[in-house]
C-alpha cells in the first residue's frame, strides 16, 4: 500500500517529522558515531522518469538503482529530516544513503553514520515531482543510459533528476 506525495505534500510530512538535532563539531557533521541513530519516521518509495522505483542493491555495494516495478522491501527508505533543510535516508540494510563524491558520484546505502554527503537537500518541483540536491551541489540523477544507477551528477535539472515519493506502510 501506498500513498503518492506531491511535492508540497512532502514537505509538510518533513515540517511533521522530529528534527534530528545531533552534535555538531564541524560544520559537515549531521549525527556522530556515539550519537544515538535517528530513527526514520517516515518509509517512502522514491519513483524516477524512467517509471521504476529506486532500489538499494543491498546484496552488492548498496548501489541505489531505479529499476523495480514494484515497491518490495529494497525499495523502502526511511526519511529522516535533519537541520537546515537537509534529509536523510536509512536504507533497509540500516545503513544510510551516501553520494560517493571523492569516486564517481554514486549514490550508495553503506554508511553507518549521517555526516555531510549522507544528507541531501529537498528540492519541490511545480510538476509536484522532487529533486534532491546532494552535498556537492548536484542533483541526483538517475541515469539514462546507466540501467537507472543514480548519481549526485546533475547540473541542470531535466526530467532524470526529478522522483516522485511515494509513502508506503
Known amino acids: 500500500m501506498w500513498n503518492l506525495l506531491t511535492g508540497w505534500k512532502l514537505a ?14 564541524r560544520s559537515d557533521v549531521a549525527v ?6 535517528p530513527a526514520a519516521v517516515a518509509m517512502i518509495a522514491l519513483k524516477a522518469w524512467n517509471d521504476r522505483f529506486v532500489s538499494a542493491e543491498v ?6 538503482v531505479a529499476r523495480a ?4 522491501s529494497w525499495e523502502r527508505f526511511g526519511l529522516i529530516r535533519l ?4 534529509i536523510a535516508f536509512r536504507a533497509t540494510n540500516d545503513r544510510f544513503v551516501s553520494a560517493e563524491l571523492n569516486a564517481d558520484r554514486s549514490l550508495v546505502a553503506n554508511r553507518p553514520v549521517i555526516l555531510g554527503w549522507e544528507s541531501f537537500e529537498l528540492v519541490p518541483q511545480p510538476s509536484g515531482a522532487v529533486a534532491l540536491r546532494a552535498f556537492n551541489g548536484l542533483f541526483v540523477s538517475a541515469q539514462v543510459d546507466a540501467g537507472g544507477e ?16 511515494s509513502l508506503v506502510a
Open 69 to 72: 516495478s514494484t515497491v518490495d
Open 150 to 165: 543514480l548519481l549526485a551528477s546533475g547540473e541542470a535539472l531535466r526530467e532524470w533528476e526529478q522522483f516522485t515519493v
Open 32 to 37: 556522530l558515531p556515539g550519537d544515538p541513530a
Open 12 to 25: 509538510q510530512l518533513i515540517l511533521k517529522l522530529p528534527l534530528v538535532e545531533a552534535r555538531f563539531d
Open 59 to 64: 546484496l552488492g555495494r548498496g548501489e541505489l
Open 83 to 86: 537541520r537546515g533543510n537537509r
